[in-house]
T-cell receptor, first 113, second 113 residues
């Protein structure tokens, strides 16, 4: 029973264009969402987060959008760069279980030069 | 510069062996976590600890145990390794209060033959 789903295992975009990575969740108790980026042979690194009281958070080229009614969040990368090529995981935290993160299965992004 | 270190990057063990994976963090974080990452499944929580000598089962604790004798160190133990425990193991830590990102170590690629 996957509570956090990333339905696209891979995505390929041209350098300079927008990358949009999607994530769906089923549990309405989630109140905080995070995106992590992972390069091969390295641990995931935190990228950006959003609280459920917001619908948008922006940090440089990265923007996360949250649609609570649809239980959907997305990560936009504009403009995409070859160095963005990595696996991206979305994660969610429950308001009643602040220790635990529930991760999606990841989307592999390839940015073509 | 925050750091989570793991004792080995690559490990090869035989079925039935006892395996110890060590994790150390230098951020004085209360919470520490052990995940495994498998293709198509994302990161799944094995165990976590919110204080010295305290531990709680995650989503897939079977076949594993943990030890936290000091705040900075969290060990994952495979009592009798099996081939289905071949995986990437990731340690993480975060601070106790509020919405905090988890910091990850570089991972240990364990192969059980």
């Amino acid at each position: 029973d996957q509570q956090v789903k990333q339905n696209s295992p891979s995505l390929s975009v041209q350098e300079g264009r927008i990358s949009i990575l999607n994530c769906d969740y089923t549990n309405s108790m989630f109140d905080y969402f995070l995106w992590y980026k992972k390069y091969p042979a390295e641990g995931p690194t935190f990228l950006i987060s959003i609280s459920s009281i917001k619908d948008k958070n922006e940090d440089g080229r990265f923007t996360v959008f949250l649609n609570k009614s649809a239980k959907h969040l997305s990560l936009h990368i504009v403009p995409s760069q070859p160095g963005d090529s990595a696996v991206y995981f979305c994660a969610a935290r429950r308001m009643d279980s602040s220790y635990k993160l529930i991760f999606g299965s990841g989307t592999r992004l390839l940015v073509r030069p | 510069d925050v750091k989570v270190t793991q004792s080995s990057r690559y490990l090869v063990k035989r079925t039935g062996e006892k395996v110890f994976l060590e994790c150390v963090q230098d951020m004085d974080h209360e919470n520490m976590f052990w995940y495994r990452q498998d293709p198509g499944l994302g990161l799944r929580l094995i165990y976590f600890s919110y204080d010295v000598k305290m531990k709680e089962k995650g989503d897939i604790p079977e076949g594993y145990s943990v030890s936290r004798e000091k705040k900075e160190r969290f060990s994952l133990i495979l009592e009798s390794a099996s081939t289905n425990q071949t995986s990437m193991y990731l340690c993480a830590s975060d601070a106790l209060a509020g919405h905090n990102e988890q910091f990850f170590g570089p991972g240990t690629r364990l192969t059980v033959l």
